[in-house]
């Protein structure tokens, strides 16, 4: 006979704590597992922000920690909403955002269509497919910037060869007007199948009796697309959507190996721009003020989003 | 042959078909090439146009493995003739082998750290997801869309109090910080994920064995935990892809000791230019792992993705 550790270890309890554990109300046990994890999430997660919000009502610089910290108000938040730099980095994010979102619905909503129609291998294809989202974005861009680099790289070889442009004439990461888009490319490439996936999901939810009744109905193909797969596949998208553009929003591992923000401050995402001002300049309170204006940012557009969201599945 | 209105027909099916392997071939150029180049020389990874076929060498994979410095023609000569094959590769370029690189301990580092805070991870989210799934706990919603918010707030945002705490702590650049540290970023992932799949698990199950005399807690590792392993080991690949791949903590809390692979990874360069066979075989080693955890996850990939807001 084996005995499991939890066997081994209730034979070793003394009789009277074992009575006090048989004794614990549901309620009690409760609270027992959940309180590890609330109390680390505290840790780590609640008390770093409400740090974060005191001190960004502060001077402090980590670099300086002999001078004095004084209270500033709201200067840093006044600073930080004036500053033309700083609504470049948003703009930078809002091309980012727009085009990454996108191109990843396009295609990875075709992609799931395609799947959808149950060829055979379709199982093979779709995991293959799903490799490149499941790297480490910081590994990946890295390589990229191999990929990119004109004269001897992939990309540019492939461009040249159909285009017939000289391959050494233009550098999708040193271009000022190319860089955005190398971004766009790269995430496009890492982030396509996380739509279709959701997107197949979506397509897989609705049950093929609405398809034989429209058959029924003499719906041509076209209106059935537009009147049942649409519609029904529309809160799945949605959801894509979410996920991409709280993601993107965040987004820093990738473009950072990529581009590094540059050139100039053509590809400085918001995460960027943060993260130089907290630790390459040190200006802590003014970049604890950059991280709370971010966080209510995309807290405030996700619970928007959200409530569209909502409306949308109920009816 | 039975009939039916929706499906495809076998003409649609080619179609579909061809254009998605088409798709799946040109998604897949890019890591076939990180793969090949790693196998590549040096001249032949820089050459114009690129080259598809090459003679494989294992330069890239000694070059990421060890350190070496260039030597002279008396040098080479005092050292007597290379030992090993991975000695012979380095002499052919004039360099002699001066000692492991770093790439073998951040590696190592990575894998530590993995598993470390997925173990913990598991732990700690077993345990709350069970008890937001069977108990009435008081705010139960209000905790779950907390314990997901934690997952919203970008992590330079967090990095700079953490990283204050951290150093008051002692714990910058140690591994028990960064255990610590991914355990909060997936708790939220492994809580709301592992949730749907106690949910899924029948409570009849549990009342019974209630009614035969068990304990809650038997109950729950006799009956509960059983039923839901490919839960559990789904959810746990899921936390170790998660904080395999993390960066942007990994590059600002730790520099030496604890640093993983990926902020290391960039930061290899060779001694003429940077050496692009040796961080495409370090690239490999890192991402080959991935591949294969995603292969056994195929089934539960999109629960995963989506924090268990959609399932198949």
Redesign the interface.
């Given at each position: 006979m084996t005995y499991s550790p939890i066997d081994r270890a209730a034979a070793k309890t003394p009789d009277g704590v074992a009575r006090r554990i048989r004794g614990l109300s549901d309620r009690t046990i409760a609270w027992i597992f959940v309180a590890p994890t609330i109390f680390l999430l505290l840790a780590v997660n609640i008390f770093p922000l409400i740090w974060t919000i005191r001190l960004s009502f502060t001077n402090f610089r980590v670099n300086r920690p002999n001078n004095a910290v004084e209270w500033v108000g709201l200067r840093n938040y006044e600073r930080i909403l004036t500053d033309p730099d700083v609504w470049n980095t948003m703009q930078a994010t809002a091309h980012f955002l727009i085009w990454t979102i996108t191109l990843q619905v396009l295609i990875g909503f075709t992609l799931a269509y395609l799947i959808n129609k149950k060829f055979r291998g379709n199982d093979l294809w779709t995991t293959i497919i799903v490799f490149p989202m499941m790297l480490s974005p910081a590994v990946v861009g890295n390589f990229w910037t191999f990929l990119y680099q004109p004269q001897i790289g992939l990309f540019n070889y492939v461009v040249a060869f159909f285009t017939g442009v000289d391959p050494a004439s233009f550098s999708m990461i040193g271009d000022v007007h190319l860089a955005p888009w190398a971004i766009v490319i790269a995430d496009t490439w890492m982030w396509t199948p996380f739509v279709m996936l959701i997107c197949l999901a979506g397509l897989r939810s609705i049950p093929d009796s609405i398809y034989e009744a429209a058959e029924c109905d003499r719906a041509s193909k076209w209106r059935q697309f537009w009147t049942i797969t649409i519609p029904m596949a529309l809160p799945f998208l949605m959801l894509a959507v979410l996920f991409r553009g709280i993601e993107n929003f965040k987004m820093f591992d990738l473009v950072v190996q990529l581009t590094g923000g540059g050139p100039g401050n053509t590809t400085t995402l918001t995460s960027i721009d943060l993260k130089r001002e907290a630790f390459e300049k040190w200006r802590t309170g003014y970049s604890s003020a950059y991280a709370v204006i971010l966080f209510v940012t995309v807290f405030g557009l996700a619970s928007i989003y959200v409530k569209a969201l909502n409306k949308v599945k109920e009816r | 042959m039975s009939f039916?209105?929706?499906?495809?027909t076998k003409g649609?099916?080619?179609f579909?078909?061809i254009?998605?392997?088409a798709?799946?071939c040109i998604?897949?150029?890019?890591?076939l090439?990180?793969v090949a180049?790693g196998f590549k020389s040096p001249v032949d990874s820089?050459?114009?146009?690129?080259v598809v076929v090459f003679e494989p060498t294992l330069e890239g994979y000694v070059n990421l493995f060890t350190d070496r410095t260039r030597a002279t023609e008396d040098m080479l000569e005092a050292a007597g003739p290379p030992t090993t094959w991975y000695d012979e590769i380095a002499r052919e370029r004039g360099t002699v082998i001066s000692g492991p690189s770093r790439y073998g301990q951040r590696f190592l580092n990575s894998v530590i750290i993995g598993f470390g805070s997925t173990a913990l991870c598991m732990i700690?989210?077993t345990?709350?997801a069970?008890?937001?799934s069977r108990?009435?706990?008081p705010l139960k919603d209000d905790?779950l869309f907390?314990?997901l918010?934690?997952r919203?707030?970008?992590?330079?945002?967090?990095?700079?109090?953490?990283?204050?705490?951290f150093r008051n702590l002692g714990l910058n650049d140690t591994h028990l910080g960064m255990i610590?540290?991914y355990?909060?970023?997936n708790?939220?992932l492994s809580?709301w994920l592992l949730k749907g799949f106690i949910d899924e698990i029948p409570v009849e199950y549990e009342e019974a064995a209630l009614i035969d005399g068990y304990?809650?807690?038997?109950a729950f590792?006799?009956v509960v935990l059983p039923q839901a392993a490919t839960g559990i080991a789904s959810t746990a690949i899921f936390c170790l892809?998660f904080a395999?791949?993390e960066?942007?903590f990994a590059?600002?809390l730790t520099s030496g000791t604890a640093q993983t692979?990926?902020?290391f990874?960039?930061t290899i360069i060779g001694t003429s230019g940077k050496d692009?066979p040796a961080?495409?075989a370090g690239?490999t080693i890192?991402?080959v792992p991935?591949?294969v955890?995603?292969?056994l996850l195929?089934k539960h990939?999109?629960r995963g993705?989506?924090f268990g807001?959609?399932?198949?």
């Open positions: - | 039916s209105v929706t499906e495809p649609t099916k080619w579909a078909g254009l998605v392997v798709y799946a998604t897949l150029v890019p890591l090439w990180i180049t820089i050459a114009y146009p690129p700690l989210g345990m709350a069970y008890a937001f108990f009435k706990v905790l907390f314990i918010s934690t919203m707030m970008p992590p330079i945002a967090v990095a700079i109090p953490i990283f204050l705490m610590l540290l355990t909060a970023v708790l939220s809580v304990t809650r807690f038997q590792y006799k892809i395999w791949n960066y942007a590059v600002l692979a990926p902020p990874i960039p692009w961080v495409a690239a890192f991402l991935v591949m955890f995603t292969i195929r990939l999109l993705i989506t807001a959609v399932r198949k």
